[in-house]
Structure formats: structure tokens, C-alpha cells
């Protein structure tokens, strides 16, 4: 979103162009289809030929774009519970407004909507300033006491002579049917003025959001950034009112912007990923509800998004629970044949490098494992190319016809040798610097060896001053030892 | 023959991660019966969690800790702990004799009624640390130092062999600071076992007769006067282990792959 | 004047009338009892918003379990209620540990998802059934006095609705008594309920559990959203008139016969639903509490703010 003033401006006017053009479509009634035929009513949705369907399309498209949006910052401001109260604290106002107008006049409704809503958050923060009452009691209360009156005045308004028709109802679970182009002009307006204020208010919004404190230090008018998230919400929530439902418009506000914080760090990526998430379970949920004559939107939708959460949660390549779980076992793979080789070095060692290789039946001994254990073992080595092995003929007076003995290849040398000095290194850094006796470091140098990274391997020897033994006298190898290939005579002398 | 008591705490290896960074990190340490000891090291440095951690109120990820020999969870009823006071709930509707009484209920049996030999204990510990005035006053209504002393009386009608408290000098008066300290060393007299978290340096010294200095590692444990030195203290508040710090936290990442930081 | 005593005495005027209110209005104060009974420890241990959770979270529960056996008998439907409540604990449990999530998103996507999918399924099936969504939000308490009569050895006694209830609020009641001291030190100082020996966790179950029963029971009568309200008034109001936990406990009895009386009337003079009724009732009575209360009370506050000034001004002195 760092984008030069003259782009942001660009895109604002292409979405107020855009969002005109939505207006201009007309109403139409959905016809009652005697036809029954599923894959028919499944083309003709996704055709998008007939007006009413993309009237129905549109609009569970920008109510997805809307609250994900808007989720973006819900989410991450921690807001979600809020979301909730304040959707249930709009519901008096929609019917005051009902009986201002004596119609379904969207702007009165929404407007008495949100004033109801923010009478609702301007309790909340009444009661928590001037009573001992603690922030969840004084959520709850307006939630459940706003809805009460709500629904006292629904009830009432159903009763007299034009309410009957009024479809009030409809508002505590949202329908599709009925939706007109009209209905989609708050949804046009909220979206541009959604886009406009996270374009022009990126940074301070991050900011605010992340570190009030040192954001009042600085300057910034956090009270008032918090208002306007408010206000953008009960907005949001006002103008998807009538296709999710009072009840579930928090949910969009929540699950969209939950699976992008899944995806991604980053907030501007949060808030596209969110709305693409949010347009896509408003697209679904609507196609759903189309086809079952009797689900309303509102859930569908809600389902939808959880769907793709669940999806995202367990299948994402980067953090999802599966490929992590795949990921887990392969590292635990890794760990084992890094032990392995780190054995081979160390039976090297016991040998002082004489020779280059060494027989398999050391080895067994020294990781004390069966002989088929360490077959197994070394045949991962082979293959993945970091030893090789060879038959040899024995003496005359050994029992066995011939002895197996195994030698490193340089990558194969490489990686052991790297594994010794990582776990050398970390026993000398605990005694010397982390208080650890001698005797205690090598348990926890056996875990840290294996991910202990190359810039802090170049700390700690700083740290140490390039030390040339680990606290139980054995050499440390150097990186000119490892980059060698093989230890050369001189290295043995020294050593 | 003598069988060995066992002792009153007893830490092995124990590793505490808080959100995936390691705030203990290998802990080992043994306390006599008897010791009155202060836990000091800068902030952050994992005093507090060493405490919650005792009382397993924090998970550790690794090691362990005995509590009189017992790492189960009944070993926890010999022991008092007093929290700090922001992690109280002030507004709670209880009254100082209420708080007080909770601390009977281990003795009294869980479906016995309060007896008046337990009121009349509970007034006893309010009267030692001179808050029985305030007996039915709400928790909330009452000053810093007396809602220190209301959980000091509490700790009192526990009558537990190993007492655990944070930072209780903490936003005290200097009346009942020395009201603590005289307790404290009561305690101690009578054979009870104190770790005491502490904030300042200055008094440390003079309060406690054994020191245990942390800064994510136990930098050392023994007599004050043995380890209040200045090498120790420098190497104790001297600056972070960055490195340990580090390395610990990628090794904490590795256990749980798909936690997170956001 | 008289109008308003007309008005009051309307729905007392006739035998019918008065045995079929009566009926409502016990109905009501047991709904109203058991649920300020739980809700005094939900406020207290600040799960209000994990009360929010749980009620709604209950219906794919009580849903399946009425599709399952075609009734609404209290023993399959609390089980499925609890099932599907401690799954959501469950679930917000889960993704709040194992998940970048934090607790408010956790909450906010397992109860919305568990109602949605709830709602869902009682669409797919309402043609088949009487049950109409609307209930569930707001319930119908007014219908209670048509549950099917009961007859215990030969005698009338009641109605299978009112004896429900009744089992439930002896439950709570009794729950509570006997359960006091663990709900109290949990509540307060979870440490100190360790030190105790107490099974910290199971406590906490066990008062979700309630929460469910209470939940399953009150549906029918106020719907899953005003069983906040009835939840969150008694405790909050009465927590401005005392400052000693059982004395907060027993002011809901009181406060459950107001609510239930005054909604009544309030539901008859103005056809509200009794149910919404009955919360704003409760709301009336908050005001007062809240603003006079001797406990914390808004303009009491402030007045004790000027004594006590004055008197550590004498002190210092």
C-alpha cells in the first residue's frame, strides 16, 4: 500500500466509477422456477444472464469484500467480540428507523442503525469508566439487553397495520430474496469509503493498532483512529444486515480475516487475501442458498468461510497442520542420518583419522544398535549420496569371511564434521557463558546441533574467541577443517 | 538409622517458554528446610515464572520440579503462595475474613462447615498482621500494604511448610514492610521454608540468608554472603543471554511447528 | 391512573387467566433463577463473552439431537447440547493453543460456525418440523402452560414443561450450595485452589456443563440470546447492593420474581414477546442498582470520593 498519492487516487475514482455502474443494474423478481433441474439452476447462476442473479451475485460479493476488509482490522485489533455486540446492539435502531419511515427506507434504517450501535459502544464505555463493571459484563449486558429491546420493538411493529409486511424478521437471519439494486448502494458506498480510509490511513491504523502508547507518544490521535474503525464496522455490519443476518454478520467480520492472518504476516496482504476470501465464500454461500430453496444466506455464507478456513488451516503449503506434520517427520529423518554421520566421525576420531574408512561393525558399537539397525542406516547414507561402502576380504584368523567397511564421501564429511563442531561448540558456549557444568551440556547440545544456524555458529565463536576445544578437551573443527574435505596429517599433528 | 527428609524443593533441568521464547532455561536447584531465600535478577528474567512454575500454574517444557519429594499434584497442599498483587482481582465481592478462610479450607475438608475454632484462627492471623479492623471490608476498599497483609494473614491460615511469594514488598509502606520482614523471619525460625521473590538489591542482602540469583539460567544459589558478590551480580544483571536466548527459542520452535508468533 | 391499574390487574382478572399466568410466571422465575445462579460465577470469572459462546454454540446440538429422536424431550437433547457445548469449549480451546488465533477470534469463529451450521440444519429439515428458527432466538415462554399435564399418582401436578425446569433449577440450586467453596476459589485465586489440592480444570467443565443444562432447559421459554441477558442482570445488578459473594447469589431469587411478574405485565400492556420482556425488566432494575447501588453505585461513588478525600485531609491533620 505504499503506492504514490496520484495512484491511490487513480484507484478511488475506478472504484467510484465501478461502484455507479453497479446501481444502474435493474430489479428484477426471481422468477419461480418450476423447472427442477439442478444442473440447470446451477448454469443459470453461474451464467449470470439473468439480472436478478446478479443482483443476488453482486451483492454477497461486496458484503464478503466488505467485512473481510473490515475483518482485517477486526481481527488484528482484537475487536471480534465487539463485532458481535455492536451487530445485536443495531437491531432497536433498525426498527426506530422502520418507524420514522413507515417503509423500508434503507438510509433511515441504516442510519438509525448505526446510531443504535454506537448508543450501545457509548454504554460499554460508560460502564466501564464509571463502574467496577469489567468489559465482558458490559459487553454482554448491551448485547443481550440492546437485542431484548430489538426485538420488543420488532414484535410491536409487526402488529400494527403496515408492519406486517415490513419483513423485519428477515433481519435476524438475512434472505437473498428481495434484494434489489437499491440495497446495493450502501454496499457500493461502504466499500469505497472502506478503500478510502485504509488507502489514506494505512500507517497510522497499523500503527495505532500495534503500539497505542508509543503511537499517543508520537502524536497520533489513537482515540479517534478507534472511532473510525467503529464507525467503518457498524457501517459494514448495517449494510450486510439484510443478506447475513444480525446474528451472523460477525462471523464475516471474523473467519475471512482469520484465514488471511493464517496465510500471511503482513497487513496489506491480510486485508487483499481477506476480501478475495470473504468475496469467495459471499459467491459460494450465495450459489448454495440459491440452489436450496430454503437456506438462508446468512449461515451458508458463515459455513462457507468456516470451510475455507478449515481448508487453509490444514492444507496451506506454508503453516498448514498436514505439511507441517510432513515436515516434522522428514526433519526428524534428517536428525537421525546427521546422528548417524556424527557417529562416523567420531569412530574417525577414536581411531585419530588413520584411515579413511572404518568397518561397519564399529559403528554399530558406537551407536549402539544392532547390526540391522545400522545396515538400515547406512543405506539411507548411500543413497542420499554421503558414504560409500565396500567388501573386504579378512584375515585368516577372523571369523567373519569379510568385513564391510564403510567411508564418507566430502558432502557426507562435511555435514558430520559440521555436526561435531555445532555440538562442540554449544557444550563450551553453556559452560563458559550460561553457567552449565561440564557434565550437564551434552543432552541439550545434542537437540541444538542439529538447528543451531550458521550466523550463530559465527556469534558464539566470536563470542568465544574461536576456541579450539570443547570442555571435555575434544578439538572443536574448524571451518577450514570441514571446507578441506578430509583431514590432512597436519591437522591430526595439531590436533 | 536416618531416613533423609526430603527437602522442600527440589528443581531439575526445568525449561519454561513463554510464547515460544524460553524465560527458564535449565534450572537445577535444591533448598534446605529452614532457608529464608531471595530470588533476584533483572526483569524479564523468569523470577515470577519460576514461582508460577513450582506451582504449576505455568507448564514447563522440560524437567522437573519436587515439592517435599512429590512431583504430583497433591504435594502442592503444603505449600502457601502469595501472587503479586496486579494479578488480583480487586473488584472480587469478598471480604478480608473471606480471603483469609479460603486459606483454612485445605484444613477444614472440602464439605465440612467452617468451624469457630477456624474463625477464631482466621481472626488470629488477621490480628498478627493487625488487620482484624478490617475484617469486613470488600478487598478492594482497602489500601496496598493492607491488601498485602490480607494475603500474608491468608498465607498464615495455610499453615504450609513451603511458602512461595511474589514480589511481596512490592508498592508497600515502609510499616508494613518491616511487618513482612519481621514474618518472614518468624517463619523461617520456626523451620518453614521461604522463596522469596524480591525487586531490590539494596535490601536483599539484609532480608534473606540465602540468595538465588536468575537471569533465564541459574547463575547461582548459596548463602548471601557467599554469592552476593560482584562478580556474580555483574554476571547476573550484566546483559542478556541473547545467543541462549535465541538458540532456545528455535529450539522450543521445533517442537511445535505450527505455533506462531502473529 | 385507574387505566394503569386496569391495565396491571388484566391479566389476573379471570380463574383461566390467572392459573395459566401463573404457570408463565413460575416458568419464568425458575429460568430466570437458575440461569442468575450460574451467571453470578460466569460474571465473576469474566466469561461472559465465553457464556455468549457457549449458548449459541449449543444449538447444532440440541438441533441434531431433535432430528434424531423427533422430540423435544429434555434427556437427548441435553446430551447433544452438552456435546456439542463442550466441543465448542473444545474447539475455542484448540485453535486459541495451536493456532495463531487469539481468544477473541477463536471465540468469535467457533460459536458463529457452530450456530450457523445449527441453523443450517434445522432449515434443511423444517418442513418435517414445527420448529421455526425464530425460537430459538427468542423462545416462547407463553406457550408453556400447553406442555403436556402430568399426573402423578392420580393428582394433577403440573405440566411436563414446568416439572423440567423445576429439575433443572433444583439442580443448579443444589450445585451450587454444595459446590460453593470450589466455584469460589477457583473463581478467585486459581493458585490458591491448586495449593488446595482442587481439580481446577474439572471445576471449570463442570460449570460449562451446568451452563449447558441451563441452556437446554431455558431455550424453549427464552430463546439462546436472552439466556445472556437472564445470565448477566441478577449478578451485575445486585453486585452494586452487596459486597459479599453469597449474598449476590441469594439476591437472584428475589430478582428472578421480579423479572419474571414485571415482564409478564409489561408483555401483556404492550404485546412485547414475554421473554424479551423479562430482559427489559431486568434492565429497569439495572438502572437503579447501577447508578445508586451502595456498592461502587455511579453517583454513590462519587459522593464517597469526596468523604473519604476529606477524611485523609482530617488524618493528615
Not at chain 1, 489513537?222 to 455490519?237: G, S
Not at chain 2, 521461604?194 to 538465588?212: E, G, I, N, Q
Not at chain 3, 454444595?178 to 469460589?184: N, Q
Not at chain 3, 421480579?258 to 421473554?275: C, T
Request: glycine content about 8%; overall charge neutral; proline content about 5%.
Amino acid at each position: 500500500m505504499f503506492l504514490p498519492i496520484w495512484k491511490k487516487l487513480k484507484y478511488m475514482l475506478l472504484i467510484l466509477v465501478l461502484s455507479k455502474e453497479a446501481s444502474v443494474l435493474k430489479a428484477a423478481q426471481i422468477s419461480s422456477e418450476s423447472d427442477k433441474d439442478w444442473i440447470n439452476q446451477a448454469i443459470r447462476f453461474w451464467t449470470f444472464t439473468d439480472p436478478s442473479i446478479q443482483i443476488i451475485a453482486l451483492g454477497a460479493i461486496l458484503i464478503g469484500i466488505n467485512c473481510g476488509l473490515m475483518g482485517g482490522y477486526v481481527v488484528s485489533r482484537r475487536l471480534s467480540m465487539f463485532g458481535d455486540t455492536l451487530s445485536h446492539a443495531v437491531l432497536p435502531g433498525i426498527a426506530v428507523g422502520f418507524m420514522f419511515s413507515q417503509s423500508k427506507n434503507e438510509a433511515v434504517l441504516m442510519i438509525g442503525a448505526t446510531l443504535s450501535g454506537f448508543l450501545g459502544v457509548g454504554i460499554i464505555s460508560l460502564l466501564k469508566r464509571h463502574t467496577k463493571m469489567k468489559e465482558d459484563s458490559a459487553m454482554g449486558l448491551v448485547l443481550s439487553g440492546f437485542y431484548a429491546l430489538g426485538i420488543c420493538l420488532i414484535t410491536y411493529l409487526q402488529q400494527s397495520p403496515n408492519g406486517g409486511a415490513s419483513g423485519l424478521e428477515s433481519y435476524l437471519f438475512g434472505s437473498l430474496v428481495g434484494l434489489s439494486d437499491r440495497d446495493l448502494v450502501p454496499l457500493c458506498f461502504c466499500l469505497s469509503l472502506i478503500i478510502i480510509c485504509f488507502i489514506l490511513l494505512n500507517k497510522e491504523l497499523l500503527l495505532s493498532g500495534f503500539d497505542p502508547s508509543f503511537a499517543r507518544s508520537v502524536g497520533l490521535p489513537v482515540d479517534i483512529l478507534q472511532f473510525c474503525i467503529w464507525i467503518l464496522m457498524a457501517f459494514c455490519i448495517v449494510s450486510s444486515l439484510q443478506v447475513i443476518g444480525v446474528v451472523l454478520v460477525s462471523a464475516l467480520l471474523i473467519i475471512p480475516a482469520a484465514t488471511a492472518g493464517l496465510l500471511t504476516y503482513r497487513m496489506s496482504q491480510i486485508l487483499v487475501y481477506s476480501g478475495i476470501l470473504g468475496a469467495l465464500s459471499g459467491i459460494v454461500g450465495c450459489f448454495l442458498s440459491f440452489m436450496g430453496e430454503r437456506l438462508p444466506a446468512g449461515p451458508v455464507i458463515v459455513l462457507c468461510s468456516t470451510l475455507l478456513f478449515l481448508a487453509v488451516l490444514f492444507f496451506s503449503p506454508a503453516r498448514g497442520i498436514l505439511p507441517s506434520w510432513f515436515r516434522t517427520r522428514r526433519r526428524g529423518q534428517r536428525i537421525r542420518f546427521e546422528n548417524t554421520l556424527k557417529a562416523c566421525y567420531q569412530v574417525l576420531e577414536s581411531r585419530s583419522f588413520s584411515s579413511q574408512s572404518f568397518p561397519q561393525t564399529a559403528l554399530a558399537q558406537r551407536r549402539g544398535k544392532s547390526d540391522a539397525e545400522i545396515e538400515k542406516e547406512i543405506g539411507v547414507l548411500i543413497r542420499e549420496g554421503y558414504a560409500t561402502r565396500q567388501e573386504f576380504p579378512t584375515e585368516q584368523k577372523s571369523e567373519l569371511p569379510s568385513e564391510t567397511m564403510v567411508s564418507l564421501t566430502p558432502s557426507g564429511w562435511e555435514i558430520a564434521s559440521r555436526m561435531i563442531r555445532n555440538h562442540r561448540l554449544w557444550e563450551l558456549y553453556l559452560t563458559k557463558e550460561a553457567s552449565y557444568a561440564p557434565d550437564h551440556v551434552h543432552d541439550d547440545a545434542e537437540k541444538i546441533e542439529h538447528i543451531i544456524g550458521e550466523k550463530t555458529v559465527r556469534q558464539i565463536e566470536r563470542i568465544l574467541d574461536n576456541p579450539q576445544r570443547d570442555p571435555h578437551g575434544k578439538p572443536i573443527p574448524s571451518q577450514d577443517d570441514i571446507d578441506r574435505g578430509w583431514l590432512s596429517p597436519p591437522l591430526v599433528a595439531d590436533k | 538409622m536416618r531416613v533423609a527428609l526430603p527437602k522442600p524443593l527440589e528443581i531439575h533441568d526445568l525449561t519454561v517458554a513463554y510464547q515460544q521464547k524460553p524465560v527458564l532455561y535449565g534450572i537445577d536447584l535444591e533448598v534446605e528446610p529452614g532457608s529464608l531465600v531471595g530470588i533476584i535478577g533483572p526483569n524479564g528474567a523468569g523470577k515470577s515464572t519460576l514461582i508460577k512454575a513450582i506451582m504449576g500454574i505455568m507448564k514447563s517444557v522440560d524437567g522437573y520440579v519436587k515439592v517435599f519429594g512429590d512431583s504430583s499434584r497433591k504435594a502442592l497442599t503444603r505449600v502457601g503462595y502469595v501472587p503479586q498483587r496486579e494479578s488480583v482481582d480487586w473488584d472480587f465481592p469478598v471480604t478480608a475474613m473471606d480471603v483469609v478462610l479460603m486459606g483454612r479450607f485445605g484444613h477444614i475438608g472440602w464439605f465440612k462447615r467452617i468451624s469457630k475454632r477456624d474463625r477464631s484462627f482466621a481472626s488470629e492471623c488477621l490480628e498478627q498482621m493487625n488487620m482484624l479492623p478490617y475484617a469486613n471490608r470488600q478487598i478492594g476498599n482497602l489500601s496496598g500494604g493492607q491488601q498485602q497483609r490480607v494475603f500474608l494473614a491468608r498465607a498464615l491460615a495455610q499453615q504450609s511448610d513451603l511458602y512461595l511469594m511474589d514480589e511481596p514488598f512490592e508498592g508497600v509502606d515502609a510499616i508494613t514492610e518491616k511487618a513482612i520482614v519481621d514474618l518472614l523471619k518468624n517463619l523461617r525460625n520456626q523451620g518453614k521454608t521461604l522463596m522469596v521473590v524480591h525487586h531490590d538489591l539494596s535490601t536483599a542482602k539484609d532480608y534473606f540468608d540465602h540468595l538465588a540469583l536468575l537471569n533465564l539460567r541459574l547463575v547461582a544459589y548459596g548463602k548471601t554472603e557467599d554469592v552476593f558478590t560482584h562478580d556474580l551480580l555483574q554476571k547476573t544483571y550484566g546483559g542478556k543471554l541473547t545467543v541462549l536466548s535465541e538458540v532456545g527459542s528455535r529450539k522450543l520452535n521445533e517442537k511445535q511447528p505450527t505455533q506462531e508468533a502473529l | 391512573m385507574l387505566d394503569f391499574a386496569e391495565a396491571l390487574l388484566d391479566p389476573w382478572s379471570t380463574r383461566e387467566q390467572v392459573i395459566w399466568n401463573l404457570q408463565i410466571v413460575f416458568m419464568g422465575m425458575m429460568v430466570s433463577l437458575s440461569c442468575g445462579l450460574v451467571g453470578c460465577f460466569v460474571v465473576v470469572r469474566r466469561m461472559a463473552l465465553l457464556g455468549d459462546a457457549v449458548s449459541h454454540g449449543v444449538l447444532p446440538g440440541i438441533v441434531t439431537a431433535y432430528l434424531i429422536t423427533d422430540s423435544l424431550s429434555i434427556g437427548p437433547v441435553w446430551i447433544g447440547a452438552c456435546l456439542a457445548g463442550l466441543g465448542c469449549g473444545a474447539s475455542i480451546e484448540w485453535l486459541r493453543t495451536k493456532t495463531p488465533l487469539r481468544e477473541d477470534a477463536a471465540m468469535g469463529l467457533t460459536f458463529t460456525s457452530f450456530f450457523a451450521l445449527g441453523i443450517v440444519l434445522l432449515s434443511l429439515e423444517a418442513g418435517a418440523t414445527h420448529l421455526d428458527p425464530a425460537c430459538f432466538l427468542y423462545g416462547e415462554i407463553g406457550l408453556t402452560p400447553l406442555s403436556p399435564k402430568l399426573e402423578l399418582w392420580g393428582l394433577p401436578s403440573g405440566n411436563q414443561a414446568l416439572w423440567n425446569m423445576g429439575v433443572v433449577c433444583l439442580t443448579t440450586m443444589i450445585s451450587v450450595i454444595v459446590f460453593y467453596r470450589f466455584l469460589l476459589v477457583t473463581s478467585f485465586d486459581c493458585s490458591l485452589a491448586r495449593s488446595l489440592g482442587m481439580p481446577v480444570i474439572w471445576i471449570q467443565y463442570g460449570l460449562m456443563l451446568l451452563l449447558a443444562l441451563v441452556v437446554v432447559a431455558s431455550f424453549e421459554s427464552v430463546g439462546v440470546i436472552l439466556v445472556l441477558a437472564m445470565m448477566i442482570l441478577p449478578p451485575v445488578s445486585s453486585a452494586f447492593l452487596f459486597h459479599r459473594l453469597p449474598s449476590i447469589l441469594m439476591c437472584c431469587l428475589p430478582l428472578s420474581i421480579f423479572y419474571s411478574v414485571a415482564g409478564l405485565q409489561l408483555a401483556y400492556s404492550m404485546n412485547f414477546p414475554i421473554s424479551a420482556s423479562m430482559a427489559l425488566a431486568g434492565i429497569v432494575i439495572f438502572l437503579p442498582c447501577c447508578l445508586l447501588g451502595p456498592n461502587g453505585g455511579v453517583l454513590t461513588n462519587s459522593k464517597k470520593l469526596k468523604t473519604r478525600k476529606s477524611s485523609r485531609d482530617l488524618s493528615a491533620n
